[in-house]
């Protein structure tokens, strides 16, 4: 097991690709802490990972906690800490859209600042509260999970903003960890089987149908498809473990070919 006696906290661990990373975690051998908003949605995610009430060792926590708020965006590193005494990978999986008007000639500042903090200050704020167990122990993982808009466009100014900025914070923290023993890089799926791909949503957006959305989604991988959670997780496991040392300060996407 390569993540055996880690410990790891996955923000936005409820579902998708956070829960996929979680999952993988467990079965490797590391103890995880999960956080979302959603209590239920928790309880699923370590039920799944057989670390849940009743399963034996004790190897995982819930944390209910909003990312958008400073203190609820640090608490999963902090009762992480307090619990068991270290956190060794970080996995910052928060994101998304918010509520508002993206159009950027609508200059609805409250959707745009929402969308930073979701996407790019929330991982900051886990971050350093994890940075000083990482040096003290001369050992951290950090992954930051992006997107297509990381490298490319994401069909808004302020995610595809979030998105560029969450590269460019991750190259200088692969700077100032690597003195430390601290890797950090950003893992960035392509169209992906979650909650979050909503095709009829989309097909509303862009007045067309789901069975189009659905084909442009495929007609932009090579592999002709949308990938599932678990395929993104497996690389998870590599950057957080001891085959991934060499690898900091990247941008990997996990995506079958996106717009290549």
């Not at 909503?198 to 007045?207: K, L, Y």
């Not at 395929?231 to 995506?255: K, Y």
Request: glycine letters at 14%; charged letters at 25%.
């Amino acid at each position: 097991m390569t993540l055996n006696g880690k410990v790891a906290v996955i923000t936005g661990g409820g579902r998708g690709i956070g829960q996929a990373i979680a999952v993988r975690y467990a079965a490797e051998g590391a103890t995880i802490v999960v956080s979302s908003r959603t209590r239920a949605d928790l309880d699923a995610t370590l039920a799944r990972a057989g670390v849940g009430p009743g399963a034996g060792a004790d190897r995982g926590l819930a944390v209910v906690a909003d990312a958008s708020d400073r203190d609820d965006a640090r608490r999963p590193v902090r009762e992480a800490l307090d619990r068991f005494g270290r956190v060794d990978i970080l996995v910052n999986n928060v994101g998304g859209r918010v509520a508002g008007n993206l159009d950027p000639f609508a200059g609805d500042d409250d959707a745009f600042e929402g969308t930073l903090v979701l996407n790019l200050t929330s991982a900051w704020w886990a971050t350093s509260a994890a940075l000083p167990s990482m040096r003290d122990r001369g050992f951290g993982r950090i992954i930051n999970i992006g997107s297509g808009a990381a490298k490319n466009t994401g069909g808004s100014v302020p995610y595809t903003a979030a998105k560029h900025g969450l590269v460019g914070f991750t190259k200088e923290l692969a700077k100032a960890g690597a003195r430390f023993g601290i890797n950090a890089n950003v893992l960035c799926p392509g169209w992906t089987n979650t909650s979050m791909l909503d095709f009829e949503r989309i097909a509303r957006a862009r007045r067309t149908s789901v069975e189009a959305e659905e084909e442009r989604a495929r007609s932009e991988s090579l592999q002709h498809r949308v990938l599932e959670a678990d395929e993104l997780a497996g690389m998870a496991v590599l950057l957080a473990g001891h085959d991934g040392r060499g690898i900091t300060g990247q941008v990997i996407s996990v995506d079958g070919g996106y717009k290549v």
